[in-house]
């Protein structure tokens, strides 16, 4: 086995290739979103969005804000490591749109 | 549960997201590749790599050229949807540059 290839690279797209990594970061350069809002948003039970979160609140990528309101308040947005991803998330829409067909994705319905 | 966010975007998601694609379209994007080569590469094992050219070939992604000399010569390349990822694995790779740190990488090897 040859030493890692990159492994800063292959530590990035273990992260990124988490199950709804990709969608939950696509749903959050949107802007700050509350659970509920993300639980609508996306295709996954609450309990894996908040494994999710948790996840990415550990590798510094989202960060979770606190209204002291009442009720209180919970807001998910993306910290600065975060949007840095957003040129990634862009590229991957880009190849979808033009390599993606219709019929790949009606099948999936 | 809201209906897909962007399907073509989860779909391509789903694809690049397969474990070490994003390593096996890092290492052809440097060019054509014998299985050997690609092998002694990367840090999985030959069943598993042979599984995810398959994927890759069925999905338009990878194509494989038979080159009639003996003994038969077999090459794996990028296609021209395959090439059009490099944007993607080139913004991973500048993230991962700029935010994934030493000791992240130190502590997996």
Known sequence: MEQQLCPRF???????????VGLILFDLLEGPKRFSEMESDLP??????SD???LLEKEGIVQR???SEFPVRVEYSLSEKGRALEP?????Q????AYITREEVEVKE
Chains 1, 2 share one sequence.
């Open 65 to 67: 804000q606190i209204y």
């Open 94 to 97: 880009n190849w979808a749109d």
């Open 88 to 92: 990634v998330i862009k590229e991957i």
């Open 52 to 54: 999710r979160l948790k």
């Open 44 to 49: 996954i039970s609450g309990r894996l969005l």
């Open 10 to 20: 292959e530590k990035a797209m273990e992260l990124i290739s988490k199950r709804w």
